[in-house]
């Protein structure tokens, strides 16, 4: 299979073999809901259109009824084309405005927290862990932090935003060995007596033997057999992924009036791919893949291109995927619907392309799809985000030509009468400070009286003013206040804590966006893992990062055979701190000189924190050496067993260890749940360790016994000034 089509494995693909007797009862459907919606859904396309046209600079176009397209005014700058000293002036507050707004909001993404059913299970615990575990896997497997700017840029154009998970298998994600059978051709020898037809047992050796029914010694016939058997083998079998992809409504259809994504019968995802492409994902249906002519299609095709001038023919197809619920069957005649119904009890997901099924798999729709839904809307469609932008920034762009007409039209026209000015003489002097020329008035007039000069243009005084009111405006009706990019907040004294207030409530202004958006990745996670548990191996490792080493952090198919209570975010679901927020922070706490905060600040385990947020990565940091040397000599332990009761297999070095670093380390590892996971499966491994441990806190006993002037422990004082 492909990234983009995941059921396309031989065998897999086709779920019905009766792709034709199929299509003449689902193609009816599939007419008839796309009918519904049509006139809802050409209306809202032309305003995605148009906010996608204003995020790219091309905001001169009106709406061109008999092309049903946008058609740019003369004058205006198309990509690829050399208009620009034609073109009015723009500014583009919607997509300054828009980016702001994405970059303060995905500062941090929202991670899952899974609770177990039943705190006192161990079973549910472990399964809680795990799909922790796996929820990290599929985040790192998808570049989580870019999917979720993704997720905010088109809520911010188009009316919802809508993720699609997926299992893709791939070599390219490596493979592994599976067991398996395979079949072979074995021949066998009969031998039978040439006088009865009898079987004749030759197992001690070859020549004559002696018949037991005619029980008399005969050279016995041989007869050979061939007969298949199922060998054991190990199978090298490609890995596979849950892959996550974000869309918006110019991709995927759904009804207009629902309110919630159980009330959705059917979803209609349209994509753009090369032809050739398709026909090698499909090569059943070869002949039938033919080239689409973007003018000679509807506008769907062409309302989904980058540029509103891209109206061209290429060698795309469209392909449509349809999932249809069970209950969405209902739509058709009862006969119909019953026998859909019966080869897709789940729903059913379709894949069309020019015009054929090529593709009907039973599949439920909310196992695969997370569809936003605003928590200040009734209806999952809703106005984007950057809506409200849109007259502001016309009005943004009048006022601009306007100031920039004024000045280009400040200096005043001259006209005068050829018959005093001799242009041509005038022409050929050079002008010069003070200089003479002679002119003469004609009839008595006054030398002015030959010259007249145009009015200037002027600016009139409300154009500033109103240039600072479309600019508040535009910051109150979007949320991107100064404080959030970093500008002059305007009044007030400018204090750094002052700053910092107005940043936090300009923030909270964007917390109903963050909070609905929190809860849909956690949904979108949550579909994932089950996912990804339906095809994961026996065992499976994600690899973190330890100091400057790396750990395989392992699950188990065993360990996700618990409960799961609830899903929440982790941590809190209020708005994530940037860097920048997180440094002053740490800077604040560490000036406090609070010893229960330096004793945190300064623990071993966060010395690659600090370095992080002060941004000095080639800071050293005493004793973060011994730190890395002790999580590698962790990993080494882990292979080996102890030499005996006592010893552990790797021995310290007194004279080079940091014995007060080096056993915070052992500690905090064999009190961390990878070291309590260990315990339990790998009992030698982890004697080992606490052995090591137990080393160092000896050493370190030996190194401090007696420095504070205290008797140590077990011995007696040889005076009243040792007992403190």
């Not at 061939?226 to 259809?253: H, I, Y």
């Not at 030398?447 to 009015?455: M, P, Q």
């Not at 055979?561 to 997180?582: A, C, F, Y």
């Amino acid at each position: 299979g492909t990234k983009e089509f995941p059921y396309t494995e031989e065998g897999k693909r086709a779920a019905q073999d009766d792709l034709k007797e199929l299509y003449e009862k689902v193609q009816p459907l599939v007419e008839k809901y796309e009918s519904k919606g049509q006139d809802f859904r050409t209306r809202r396309m032309r305003v995605w259109k148009l906010l996608d046209n204003y995020w790219n600079d091309l905001q001169y176009s009106y709406w061109d009824d008999s092309e049903g397209a946008y058609s740019s005014v003369s004058g205006v700058v198309i990509p690829g084309e050399d208009s620009l000293d034609e073109s009015p002036r723009q500014a583009n507050i919607i997509k300054a405005h828009g980016e702001s707004i994405i970059a303060a909001l995905s500062s941090g993404v929202p991670s899952a927290q899974f609770f177990p059913e039943n705190a006192e299970d161990a079973e549910d615990v472990n399964t809680a862990k795990a799909y922790s575990i796996i929820a990290d896997i599929i985040k790192s497997h998808n570049n989580f932090s870019t999917l979720f700017v993704k997720l905010l840029f088109t809520l911010w154009n188009q009316d919802f935003a809508a993720v699609w998970n997926y299992t893709s298998k791939d070599l390219k994600y490596g493979t592994f060995s599976r067991p398996g059978f395979k079949e072979e051709q074995v021949e066998n020898e009969n031998y039978t007596c040439p006088e009865c037809g009898g079987s004749i047992d030759m197992s001690q050796g070859m020549g004559s033997a002696i018949c037991e029914e005619c029980e008399e010694e005969v050279s016995p016939n041989i007869q050979i057999t061939t007969e298949t058997q199922k060998v054991p083998t190990m199978e090298e079998e490609s890995k596979s992924r849950v892959l996550l992809q974000a869309f918006g409504p110019r991709n995927v259809e759904i009804p207009s009036y629902v309110k919630s994504q159980d009330e959705i019968p059917y979803l209609i995802l349209r994509r753009d791919f090369s032809a050739a492409k398709m026909r090698g994902v499909f090569p059943k249906f070869y002949e039938k893949i033919k080239d689409h002519d973007v003018q000679d299609d509807n506008n769907e095709a062409y309302l989904r291109q980058h540029y509103d001038d891209a109206r061209e023919s290429n060698d795309t197809v469209e392909v449509k995927m349809v999932w249809v619920r069970d209950w969405g069957f209902n739509s058709l005649n009862l006969e119909d619907s019953k026998e859909l119904k019966k080869r897709f009890p789940s729903g059913g997901r379709f894949t069309f392309i020019s015009d054929h099924l090529v593709e009907a798999v039973d599949e439920d729709l909310d196992d695969y799809w997370t569809i936003t839904k605003s928590p200040v809307s009734d209806h999952i469609h809703t106005n984007p985000m950057g809506h409200a932008l849109l007259d502001i920034q016309d009005m943004t762009n009048d006022l601009i030509n306007i100031t920039d007409q004024t000045i280009h039209h400040g200096v005043s026209e001259v006209f005068a009468d050829p018959d005093v000015v001799d242009f041509d003489q005038y022409g050929r002097r050079a002008a010069a400070p003070g200089q003479m020329t002679p002119a003469k008035p004609l009839g008595g007039r006054g030398l002015g009286d030959a010259f007249f000069s145009t009015k200037p243009a002027t600016l009139s005084r409300e154009v500033g003013q109103f240039g600072d009111a479309l600019k508040e405006m535009g910051q109150f009706v979007s949320g991107a206040l100064p404080s959030i990019f970093g500008g002059a907040t305007g009044g007030g004294s400018d204090t750094a804590a002052e700053y910092s207030m107005s940043r936090s409530n300009a923030l909270q202004r964007l917390s109903t966006q963050y909070k609905m958006l929190s809860d849909f990745i956690i949904e979108v996670l949550h579909k994932s893992v089950l996912l990804y548990i339906d095809s994961m191996q026996e065992k499976e490792a994600f690899v973190k990062p330890q100091g400057n080493n790396f750990v395989n952090v392992w699950v188990t198919r065993e360990e996700t055979q618990g409960n799961i209570g609830r899903v929440t975010v982790e941590g809190s679901d209020n708005l994530p701190s940037s860097w920048l927020q997180k440094r002053d922070l740490l800077m604040q706490l560490m000036e406090r000189g609070n010893p229960q905060l330096e004793a945190v600040l300064y623990s071993p385990q966060n010395a690659t924190l600090i370095k992080t947020l002060l941004g000095f990565e080639q800071l050293v940091i005493p004793g973060e050496d011994s730190r890395n040397k002790q999580w590698a000599e962790i990993e080494t332990l882990l292979d080996e067993v102890p030499k005996d009761e006592q010893t552990s297999s790797l021995p310290i070095i007194p004279d080079v260890d940091d014995d007060a670093v080096e056993y915070e380390v052992c500690r905090y590892w064999l009190q961390s749940p990878q070291g309590q996971e260990t315990r339990k499966f790998n009992p030698p491994g982890y004697m080992n360790v606490l052995l090591h441990c137990k080393a160092h806190k000896e050493s370190l006993a030996q190194q401090t016994e007696g420095q504070d002037g205290r008797t140590p422990p077990g011995e007696a004082p040889e005076s009243d000034e040792g007992m403190r």
